[in-house]
Nanobody, 119 residues
């Protein structure tokens, strides 16, 4: 079992920055890829960015060049630095972690943190 707790959301003006954190606890030794998703009401949850245990990253086109994901494996924490924020970035952001190895891997979710960007 893995528990994920996000923090760092809030209200910011367009062009501003926020840093989200996601701290993992429990069976953290088996955490592999971690990532951030976002979801607006009525929409599907979409992948924003992810990072493997070794540090390989993926970014969606909508955030490339503005957001940076990083992780501290010693602290079992993943971060999302969000710069040049736009009103379109307003969403609930969810931390995700894949745990274990095929064929028994599964993923876990945090409770979500609201990010609101005002114009």
């Amino acid at each position: 079992q893995v528990q994920l707790v996000e923090s760092g959301g809030g209200l910011v003006q367009a062009g501003g920055s926020l840093r989200l954190s996601c701290a993992a606890s429990g069976s953290t030794f088996s955490i592999n890829t971690m990532g951030w998703y976002r979801q607006a009401p009525g929409n599907q949850r979409e992948l924003v960015t992810s990072i493997s245990r070794g540090g390989n990253t993926f970014y969606s086109d909508s955030v490339k060049g503005r957001f940076t994901i990083s992780r501290d494996n010693a602290k079992n924490t993943v971060y999302l630095q969000m710069n040049s924020l736009k009103p379109a970035d307003t969403d609930v952001y969810y931390c995700n972690a894949w745990v274990g190895w095929a064929p028994n891997e599964r993923d876990y979710w945090g409770q979500g943190t609201q990010v609101t960007v005002s114009s």
